[in-house]
């Protein structure tokens, strides 16, 4: 099957009422078996069932790119690491050619439904590697992400505020998209592994076929230096920890911690959509949403439900600061009148 492929929902789900929803909205997200991709898809029944409108879902994209479709107008709606519509607002990184005057007007164009914890970055590598941890990856390869976008980046910091390593020069960086992460995983193309996870994580599951596998927390050491809390300070950043016992894993997987608790840096966002929206429309999808977080958010996969959907506490949704995305305000109107509180900055 193609990396990009387009799922078409649409006839598949049944309508309150029997009555087909008229209106068709495109969206666009990462691989449909990770949390944005999960997301999205569950957006796309949450909106059918409730009848707000038909949504085409276009998975396995680089998300850099579909936010900045979704600021263009290009599309509907897109999951958006926050870290993207900061280095955008600042014509940097990814979008270093929009130039920052250009880059902060299209950034000014996006609005969040609702926000989730998309991944925790971490190391992990197959036991027969050899490699023992952080200070095991010196003059390794390692593959931390697709060519480009908030992945790569993110993996590149969370090296270098592990090891002090940088790409190129302490050790070598593989990048392949995301379609092709199991396959690159398993086919000795790196010693170790950068990448977002979830727990369980689907990605290290299928490559389990391969052999056993460790996974390496962030030291508590590390975890409660500066060099870290700087890195959680960054749009789209916040500290995560978990009991070892609490991440799903059974057999096959070891996480290797000094107290049985893993941390690492947790990357959020948010599904978006252009702040021209209509607010009714950003209102019922908002609401649907709402609706159907434990009946089928939480339903689509394991982790989904440890993904804090449905959280509006800025200190892990990391609205306001310096992330420059905001509530659409028929978001808005949707959570308040569902009893939830949402911060003015945040609006």
């Not at 130039?99 to 439904?113: F, R």
Request: with cysteine.
């Amino acid at each position: 099957m193609s990396r990009r492929f387009l799922l078409g929902v649409v006839a598949s789900f049944a309508l309150v009422g029997g009555a087909q929803a008229q209106t068709i909205l495109t969206a666009e997200t990462a691989s449909p078996n990770s949390t944005p991709g999960i997301s999205i898809i569950a957006l796309s029944e949450a909106a059918a069932q409730n009848s707000v409108a038909d949504i085409q879902v276009t998975a396995g994209q680089t998300l850099t790119n579909s936010v900045q479709n979704v600021a263009e107008g290009k599309t509907d709606i897109a999951a958006a690491p926050f870290i993207l519509p900061f280095l955008m607002s600042n014509g940097v990184g990814p979008y270093a050619g929009l130039g920052k005057e250009a880059g902060a007007a299209l950034a000014a164009n996006l609005a969040a439904l609702y926000t989730y914890r998309i991944s925790v970055q971490g190391l992990y590598a197959y036991d027969s590697s050899g490699i023992s941890g952080w200070d095991g990856i010196e003059g390794k390869t390692i593959y931390n992400g697709p060519p480009r976008g908030a992945a790569l980046t993110n993996a590149r910091l969370l090296i270098k505020t592990n090891t002090g390593l940088e790409e190129g020069t302490g050790y070598t960086g593989v990048q392949v998209n995301w379609g092709q992460a199991v396959k690159t995983i398993q086919d000795g193309s790196a010693d170790a592994f950068v990448l977002p996870m979830s727990f369980p994580d689907p990605r290290v599951s299928a490559a389990l076929a391969s052999g056993n596998m460790t996974i390496f927390s962030t030291s508590k050491e590390v975890y409660e230096s500066e060099a870290f809390q700087n890195v959680a300070r960054l749009p789209g950043t916040v500290r995560f920890s978990m009991p070892v016992a609490d991440m799903g894993y059974g057999e096959g997987v070891t996480i290797v911690s000094e107290d049985d608790t893993f941390r690492g840096p947790g990357t959020v966002g948010a599904d978006i959509v252009n702040v021209n929206m209509d607010f009714d429309m950003a209102k019922a999808l908002t609401a649907a949403f709402i609706e159907n977080i434990e009946s089928i958010y939480h339903a689509k996969a394991p982790f989904m439900a440890v993904t804090w959907h449905g959280e509006t506490d800025i200190d892990i949704t990391d609205m306001c600061g310096p992330n420059p995305i905001k509530y659409h305000p028929g978001a808005v109107a949707a959570w308040e009148e569902a009893g939830y509180t949402i911060p003015d900055c945040a609006k």
